[in-house]
């Protein structure tokens, strides 16, 4: 199977490119922002080697489909989705930091709390929860935003003393975060899904906050099956979960955290498959709709008619 694990365009007007972990980003015109989501995959802040086929349709739907159920809440970075790959978006001033929203305890909350530690991101944590309990109430743990490396955790306080953020705009990122948790929360309720924790990346133009990059997808979020959840938690059980978690635990049960020394342990058809089997449920558990499968011949010369389609109509304004 093919998937697209780089993008090689030139398109009119194109003034910059640039690589993320799992998206390639070309700047139009110094106005218009195309995004392209590739079928790369990264964890622990490191790409993989191989790509995974439609983790990146899936990606930028699932997105595509939040963003436009959250702009009562917050405006967004999104301008038009030309492709089942691709956005096209606003240029925003991104702030440096992440917010992550957690509602249980989960994840790298959880190794911190069982190592011990009874505060994330200075955020104090109760005695007595095990892994995967809910939480007394969504707390917010932010972390850097590292233009290569890992991202680290920090606190409000130190947010704030470093002058890495205002306090004003810090507070109203606050609002949002939790705003829009709540409605995510709410959605994935509908569709028989716990959202456990996820993060949110805000930009600013002007003096104007936006929302920006993705939401609510499996790379950013983590999601539990609502039904069994309770009797999972009672007899100690793992819970049955949608998100990248089980790619990052597959790795560490392989020798693989991200450490330096540490080799990726080799990814096999049949891992591959799984994992492109997993983000597809998500895609239909989340959103109720059937997954269509784009076809993955001539997918690159797709992404490129209709993106240059698009910026033509953009650029013509």
Known sequence: MTAIKETNFSFPKQTSFYKGKVRDVYTIDNQFMTMVVTDRISAFDVVLPEAIPFKGQVLNQIAAKFLNATRDIVPNWVIDVPDEMVTIGRICEPFKVEMVVRGYLAGHAWRE??????????????????????????????????????????????????????????????????????????????????????????????????????????????????????????????????????????????????????????????????????????????????????????VVERIEKNVNDALERLLAK
């Open 113 to 298: 709390y069982s190592a011990g530690r009874r505060s994330v991101c200075g955020v104090a944590l109760p005695e007595g929860l095990k892994e995967n309990d809910k939480l007394p109430e969504p707390i917010i743990t932010p972390t850097t935003k590292a233009a290569v490396g890992h991202d680290e955790d920090i606190s409000k306080a130190d947010i704030l003393s470093k002058g890495i953020v205002s306090l004003e705009d810090y507070e109203q990122l606050e609002k949002y975060t939790l705003a829009l948790y709540a409605r995510g929360t709410e959605m994935a309720a509908e569709r028989g899904l716990i959202l456990v924790d996820t993060k949110y990346e805000f930009g600013k133009v002007g003096e104007e906050i936006f929302l920006i990059d993705e939401i609510h997808t499996p790379d950013s979020s983590r999601y539990f099956y609502a039904e069994g959840y309770a009797e999972r938690q009672a007899n100690h059980e793992a819970q049955k979960q949608l998100s990248k978690e089980f790619v990052r635990k597959w790795l560490i049960e392989n020798g693989f955290q991200g450490k330096e020394g540490q080799s990726v342990p080799l990814m096999t058809e049949e891992i591959i498959l799984s994992i492109s089997d997993r983000y597809i449920e998500l895609y239909e558990q989340i959103t109720g709709d059937k997954f269509v499968k784009n076809e993955l011949a001539n």
